[in-house]
């Protein structure tokens, strides 16, 4: 049986000011995405010049990843900082750790 992976996240700027949490099943794929969607103002993540992954976790299924992305999206600026103080409390940018 074929394991699948997915992943909710959350990237800021490089002046970590704002947050965008999103989904996805192929995260390197979706960094570059939001780097190469820099300066864009139609999108965000562009307009906003997040592309620097500070948080992330992994879903086996996606109903879950779902689930968990739109609750992280309800909440307050607040409460996601807590949750990306619990794993990655310097706000360090992962996308090297993640894409190797």
């Known amino acids: 049986m074929r394991e699948y992976a997915f992943y909710v996240y959350i990237v ?5 000011t704002v947050l965008y ?4 099943n192929d995260l390197i794929r979706r960094l570059q995405e939001h780097y190469e969607s820099r300066g864009q103002p139609e999108k965000f993540a562009g307009k906003y010049y997040c592309h620097q992954l500070i948080y992330w976790e992994q879903h086996q299924y996606v109903l879950n990843a779902i689930a ?16 990306i103080n619990s794993i990655n409390p ?7 750790e993640i894409q190797g």
């Open 12 to 16: 800021t700027n490089p002046e970590k």
């Open 21 to 24: 949490t999103g989904m996805t």
């Open 68 to 83: 968990r992305e739109k609750e992280i999206k309800g909440w307050r600026r607040e409460k996601k900082v807590e949750l």
């Open 90 to 96: 310097e706000w360090c940018f992962l996308n090297d």
